[in-house]
């Protein structure tokens, strides 16, 4: 099945040390997203990729980043994580081409220690 | 700009009660609606969507129409399942720039009792 895949389910990190988030997809769209979802919260979009053109949002700390090195992957950095950094990071994608909604993967939940 | 104002939970049903949720947008043009479910420690699952007024959206015996008159998108379902417990986020895609983006609802959530 089509699909969106993130890795790793659930991480820890220490404070301050860098940690990268991946997610892949199998649906050759060319939208990509990155959101935070902190508990009891929606989603938040931190920035999305149209093909490799990035579109940040106001904001998103710039010590969020994130890389697309094909269709397929994004990638998701956190430079400096701080405590309040602790969430669940959710990628989903869509297709200007086929349609309007987006698909998201499971998430990976990080904890910052 | 666009904003989706949603019923805040918690809501508590027993099974087999009726279920709505209530959903109201405010967005420039026609934007596409959707209401995403997710279920704990899990990604948003989208549940139904509709594009254009008058539209119904349908899955799972859940329903949602589109109101283009009163800009709203409740969401309904005869006989909720104790399977049916996550978090409901009512969710829009508007037409102006940036529309690959989606504006949420702060979300509902339900718990089902047997």
């Known amino acids: 099945d089509a699909m969106v895949i993130q890795n790793p389910r659930y991480q820890v990190t220490q404070f301050g040390k860098p940690v990268t988030l991946s997610c892949s997809q199998t649906?050759?769209?060319?939208?990509m997203y990155w959101y935070q979802q902190k508990s009891s919260q929606a989603p938040k979009l931190l920035f999305h990729?149209?093909?490799?053109?990035?579109?940040n949002e106001a904001d998103t700390p710039d010590n969020f980043q994130s890389r697309r090195p094909n269709t397929s992957f994004c990638f998701l950095d956190i430079r400096s994580p701080g405590l309040g950094d602790a969430a669940m990071y959710l990628c989903?994608?869509?297709?200007?081409?086929?349609?309007?909604?987006?698909?998201f993967g499971p998430g990976t939940r990080l904890t910052v220690t | 700009g666009d904003s989706v104002t949603q019923m805040e939970g918690p809501v508590t049903l027993s099974e087999e009660a009726f279920l709505t949720i209530n959903c109201t947008y405010t967005?420039?043009?026609?934007?596409?609606l959707f209401w995403y479910v997710q279920y704990p420690g899990e990604g948003l699952q989208l549940l139904l969507k509709?594009?254009?007024?008058?539209d119904k959206g349908s899955n799972k015996g859940f329903e949602a129409t589109y109101r283009k008159e009163t800009t709203s998108f409740h969401l309904e379902k005869g006989s909720v399942q104790v399977s049916d417990s996550a978090v409901y986020f009512c969710a829009l895609r508007g037409t102006q720039g940036g529309s690959e983006k989606l504006v949420f609802g702060k979300g509902t959530k339900l718990t089902v009792n047997p």
């Open positions: 990729y149209y093909d490799k053109d990035f579109n």
């Open positions: 989903a994608t869509s297709s200007r081409v086929t349609g309007t909604e987006q698909y």
């Open positions: 967005a420039t043009g026609y934007p596409s």
């Open positions: 649906l050759n769209h060319n939208v």
């Open positions: 509709a594009t254009k007024a008058d």
